[in-house]
């Protein structure tokens, strides 16, 4: 059996934290680099995110809504 101490699972906890920032650095330094040369602008950024967002939203609705109907 897998059983964790509270000392491991504070240093998974410290990693993912770690690799979450790094992660949000990176995607940002790329957004502003784009943002800078020109290659998209911040208002198409925005349109296109709460474009993805609504999308990702139907498709929970959706998925939920089907769970509901097939109990």
């Known amino acids: 059996m897998f059983s964790l101490n509270l000392i491991d699972i504070g240093g998974h906890l410290s990693d993912?934290?770690?690799?979450?920032?790094?992660n949000t650095l990176a995607i940002s330094t790329l957004l502003e680099l784009l943002i800078e040369k020109d290659i998209i602008s911040q208002e198409?950024?925005?349109?296109k995110a709460a474009l993805l967002e609504s999308e990702t939203m139907a498709e929970i609705i959706k998925k939920r809504?089907?769970?509901l109907k097939n109990r």
């Open 44 to 47: 198409e950024f925005a349109h």
């Open 65 to 67: 809504r089907s769970a």
């Open 16 to 22: 993912m934290k770690d690799v979450d920032y790094r």
